[in-house]
């Protein structure tokens, strides 16, 4: 009998230790077996014949494999770009200024209504590709450009389909709270009342969320309206999260807090009780530093306070047509350092185990551990810090997940 379908030897492993904490393994093997890290031990403590033993050997000679990739915080599912806006805002106009006049989340929102099941699956898969190709093994995908039951359904109807044709797993996130739909701007009230006795209790039953989001900034939702959708979540049992203090602090971290958030997202205004209040609730920081880029903000997110009150921070692409159409996770990580000030440490474990956190999945994805599932990534480098270093370049030499290959270069 083979004791590892599959094992890995002389690798660069970065991996957790009994204290929790990351560490760089080098000339380490791990072993794969029914999907699951079988084994993880340095080469010199390799049994004699446990080579021999394993269906198939990687000599990977020295290179580093890390766990796989966690893109905790997308909205991959949409039609339609945004290059024009993109061109305004170089021209000098504001993301807020172009949302007031009606392009924005809505003009995608209007791309997306008009568009297909196979349109918009066709789409994100090949986006979906490029993440994968990246090393991505689990992401997240969100709702949120449909803002009618129909719209919404469809959108994850495409997420749910997404994951059960691609070979990495799709966490699906309701972000009916996204924008107010225009033919709901003298009616407030009646959108927020159609998001919590229609569109989230029927979504749900028909199994289509694992998590609610929101948008708590001046231009989409106040924190009252989120709390009001909080509410129902609760009673439905489901996680959430918020997009909250992006463009201005507006107090969604301590709601979202207050609600035992997964993780709080963006937080580029984001103020001392808000970090102290997530530190409490224990709510990932998820920091987004592509949209950061796009559109062209000065002010970091403060990431000294989230060290000081030891809040865990993540990084994702958002991918997204409007602020942040970014289509590698280990730029994210480059850009976390840039930017933020992150350590390469910091971005690959917000890349991976704080990401995992993020989505509620930290018992079982994030980190080379034994028991946990056996994705990961043999890249073109030899030390993990290489990662947030080398600026593009597609260094992901095998991607796997579950313990098989799922892209190879
Ligand atoms: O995470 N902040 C709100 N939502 C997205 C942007 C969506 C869009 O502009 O289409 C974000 O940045
Ligand atoms: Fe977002």
Same mark, same amino acid.
């Given at each position: 009998m083979s004791l590892h379908d599959s094992l890995w030897i002389n690798a660069t492993l970065t991996v957790i230790t009994e204290e929790g904490l990351p560490e760089t393994l080098e000339d380490a093997a791990i072993g794969c077996r029914d999907g699951v890290i079988s084994m993880i031990c340095a080469m010199e403590h390799l049994s004699h014949g446990a080579t021999d033993m394993a269906i198939k050997v990687h000599d990977v000679e020295h290179a580093c494999?890390?766990?796989?990739? &966690?893109?905790?915080?997308?909205h991959l599912v949409f039609a339609g770009h945004r290059a024009d806006e993109f061109k305004l805002r170089l021209e000098g106009q504001s993301y807020t200024q172009i949302a007031e006049d009606g392009g924005g989340i809505i003009s995608t929102v209007r791309n997306t209504r008009a568009a297909s099941d196979q349109q918009l699956q066709t789409t994100a898969q090949s986006r979906l590709q490029y993440l994968i190709e990246d090393g991505v093994t689990t992401l997240e995908i969100k $709702?949120?450009?449909?803002?009618?039951?129909?719209?919404?359904?469809?959108? @994850? !109807? &495409? &997420?749910?389909?997404?994951? /059960?044709? $691609?070979?990495v797993t799709i966490v699906s996130t309701f972000l009916g709270a996204h924008a107010l739909p225009p033919e709901y701007v003298a009616n407030r009230h009646g959108y927020i009342d159609l998001l919590c006795r229609q569109m989230l209790p029927r979504l749900h039953a028909a199994g289509l969320?694992?998590? &609610?989001?929101?948008?708590?900034? *001046?231009?989409?939702?106040?924190?009252?309206?989120?709390? !009001?959708?909080?509410?129902?979540?609760?009673?439905?049992?489901?996680?959430?999260? @918020?997009?909250?203090?992006?463009?201005?602090?507006?107090?969604?971290a301590q709601l979202a807090a207050r609600y035992g958030a997964l993780s709080v997202d963006h937080l580029e205004y984001?103020?001392?009780?808000?970090? !102290?209040?997530? /530190?409490?609730? *224990?709510?990932?920081?998820? @920091?987004l530093p592509?949209?950061?880029?796009?559109? =062209?903000?000065t002010q970091p997110p403060p990431v000294a306070l989230l060290r000081k009150h030891g809040v865990a921070m993540a990084l994702a692409s958002d991918a997204n047509p409007g602020s942040s159409p970014a289509l590698s996770a280990r730029l994210m990580m480059l850009l976390g350092c840039t930017q933020f000030n992150l350590t390469? =440490?910091?971005?690959?474990?917000?890349m991976t185990l704080h990401a995992a956190r993020a989505l509620g999945m930290a018992d079982t994805i994030g980190s080379l551990e034994v028991g946990k599932a056996a994705d990961m990534v043999v890249w073109d480098v030899r030390?993990?810090?290489?990662? $947030?270093?080398?600026l593009g370049g597609n260094m992901a030499q095998s991607v796997v997940k579950d313990g098989v290959i799922i892209h190879h270069r």
């Open positions: 494999i890390t766990p796989g990739l &966690v893109d905790c915080h997308t $709702s949120g450009y449909g803002l009618t039951i129909a719209d919404e359904e469809k959108m @994850l !109807r &495409v &997420v749910r389909k997404l994951g /059960a044709i $691609s070979p969320i694992d998590a &609610v989001d929101g948008f708590c900034e *001046g231009i989409a939702f106040t924190s009252d309206e989120i709390e !009001r959708l909080y509410q129902v979540a609760a009673g439905l049992g489901l996680p959430v999260k @918020l997009h909250a203090e992006q463009l201005s602090n507006s107090g969604g984001l103020d001392e009780d808000g970090a !102290r209040a997530m /530190a409490a609730s *224990g709510s990932v920081a998820v @920091l592509g949209a950061y880029l796009m559109l =062209r903000e390469p =440490r910091e971005a690959l474990w917000g030390e993990p810090a290489e990662l $947030s270093y080398w």
